[in-house]
């Protein structure tokens, strides 16, 4: 079972390493890190690298294909060698996958026209721009193309497919394998829940963050 995880400098790490965690623990997986050219890439805050040990040519057929997020996906919207792939690789797989705002990705290479979609809180009324209809929710599951939401939702996400794949008692197997049992301190995990002005502050700071990425890209 191959499963290619794409990597692009200035992706999220747990985007990409939360689902990972789950998918490599399905029997038969074969994990491939690829890359529009392989080495290196580095995530958005700068202090964590992951070796792409494949590019674009060399992994056409995956099985699973999980698309992370990131403020380096702005610069990638454009990109047509990456929008050709993407499409091209969905057409074979048996599940096409997003964390946060890789759905961004997916929805630039036109594979979520007219589907239910999520991504990041902070952005995910912009998958109405690709014919997507935004939904707030963890997980979405329409069809092979399954998006979650933000960042720490790519665990969710995994356990879905590893009970879609192999039934319920692998995916709680895996589940306790990693230990995943989310106990947070805070009841601060979505804009419906923070208190407004954190609210505020992390709109605020991703807005400059989003900037400094169109900055980039310019």
């Not at 997986?29 to 529009?36: I, L, M, S, Y």
């Not at 040990?53 to 702005?74: A, M, Q, W």
């Not at 952005?123 to 329409?142: C, K, N, S």
Request: proline content about 6%.
């Amino acid at each position: 079972m191959e499963i290619a995880f794409l990597l692009y400098d200035g992706f999220t790490a747990l985007d990409a390493v939360g689902p990972y965690e789950v998918l490599s623990r399905l029997p038969g997986a074969e994990v491939k890190f690829v890359a529009v050219e392989s080495g290196p890439k580095t995530t958005e805050t700068h202090s964590l690298s992951m070796v792409a040990d494949y590019s674009l040519d060399e992994v056409t057929e995956p099985e699973i294909l999980v698309v992370p997020g990131g403020f380096g996906t702005r610069r990638l919207l454009e990109d047509q060698e990456l929008m050709d792939w993407l499409r091209a690789a969905h057409e074979k797989t048996t599940w096409t996958t997003s964390v946060c705002t890789g759905s961004l990705l997916l929805g630039a290479a036109g594979i979520l026209e007219g589907l239910r979609a999520t991504s990041h809180w902070a952005v995910i009324d912009r998958l109405a721009d690709f014919g997507a209809i935004p939904t707030r929710e963890r997980v979405v599951e329409e069809g092979k193309v399954v998006t979650a939401a933000g960042v720490s939702s790519g665990i969710d996400m995994g356990l879905r497919l590893a009970e879609r794949i192999g039934g319920e008692d692998l995916a709680k197997g895996i589940q306790l394998g990693i230990e995943y049992d989310p106990d947070p301190p805070f009841d601060a995990g979505s804009p419906d829940t923070a208190p407004p002005h954190i609210v505020e502050l992390l709109k605020s700071l991703l807005e400059q963050a989003e900037a400094n990425a169109q900055a980039e890209t310019a």
